[in-house]
């Protein structure tokens, strides 16, 4: 087994490297890629007069040229809201009559429009959020460890969000309402990973306080943990993918920050948490 606080610097730059991409990717792309959730747009609620089925909704938008569908929401058995961009009033008419077509017996209840200054109220709704769970998750840390523990904490949460905000950045990967509560998932899991990795650490550190250094105490309680986080990461991630798979595009949207979020996760919880702790605490046991 190598030491895993000897590899500091290597598994500190990997994230490095993502993060920085991510922002290269932010400025050339001239942003991320939001929805209309963000950035306006068009919300249309259809009677189907049918049952309820995702695709084909979508294939009907995306035969419409300068039309897209950012998300398709089930409102009833028979009933959906259809969230696009901004359909031009000239359009709005080839629009439903395409949706006749695929749904004979169907009736546009409503168009609305969706708009950009309500998106900017969303993301500062989802910043404070955000914020908040990660205050109240650094309170009870520090109650529970010690500040040093908390601030560490704090730190690997920020790394699994910055890390799924630049995988996004790259590539370009559609941001909705339901990414920010994946986000909030993410922030919960990855904290229960840490949490059991600090745990072994706060009893190593009873035992062996005076006998080794802090460092080599987060090094080991590391390896006694390892197996555990791996396989909780390996068993949650094969639910999620085979909901990936089989999914709708809704549900898609909604599982892949978290596969993201979940990788990211035990990488920091692993490799990251224990390793900031050390440097807080210093070189010896404290």
């Not at 979508?58 to 398709?72: A, L, N, P, T, Y």
């Not at 696009?84 to 077509?101: C, N, Q």
């Not at 959020?129 to 704090?154: D, K, N, Q, T």
């Amino acid at each position: 087994m190598f030491n895993i606080t000897e590899k500091r610097k290597i598994l500190f730059a990997i994230p490095c490297i993502i993060i920085l991409a991510g922002i290269i990717c932010f400025f050339a792309f001239d942003g991320l890629n939001t929805d209309i959730d963000f950035t306006g747009g068009t919300a249309l609620e259809i009677e189907l007069g049918e049952k309820f089925n995702e695709n084909k909704i979508r294939d009907v938008f995306e035969k419409i040229e300068g039309v897209d569908v950012s998300s398709v929401q089930s409102s009833g058995s028979q009933r959906a809201i259809v969230k696009t961009t901004e359909i031009p009033s000239e359009k709005l008419a080839e629009v439903k009559e395409a949706i006749l077509v695929a749904f004979p017996a169907s009736n546009v209840i409503s168009t609305d429009s969706v708009s950009a200054t309500m998106g900017k109220e969303m993301w500062w709704s989802a910043a404070k959020a955000v914020f908040f769970a990660v205050l109240l998750m650094l309170v009870y840390i520090w109650i529970r460890f010690e500040l040093f523990s908390g601030l560490s904490a704090i730190l690997a949460l920020c790394h699994d969000v910055l890390i799924i905000i630049s995988i996004y950045a790259i590539f370009q990967l559609p941001i909705n309402t339901t990414f920010i509560a994946a986000l909030l998932t993410i922030l919960g899991y990855s904290i229960n990973a840490t949490i059991v990795v600090f745990d072994r650490i706060r009893e190593n550190t009873k035992q062996l306080g005076r006998k080794q250094s802090f460092g080599d105490i987060v090094d080991s309680s590391i390896w006694q943990t390892i197996g555990r986080s791996i396989n909780t990461s390996v068993t949650t991630l094969l639910t999620l993918v085979t909901l990936y798979v089989l999914g709708v595009t809704s549900v898609k949207q909604f599982i892949l920050p978290i596969i993201i979020g979940i990788l990211c996760g035990a990488y920091s919880s692993v490799f990251l948490s224990g390793q900031f702790w050390a440097l807080f605490r210093g070189k010896k046991a404290q």
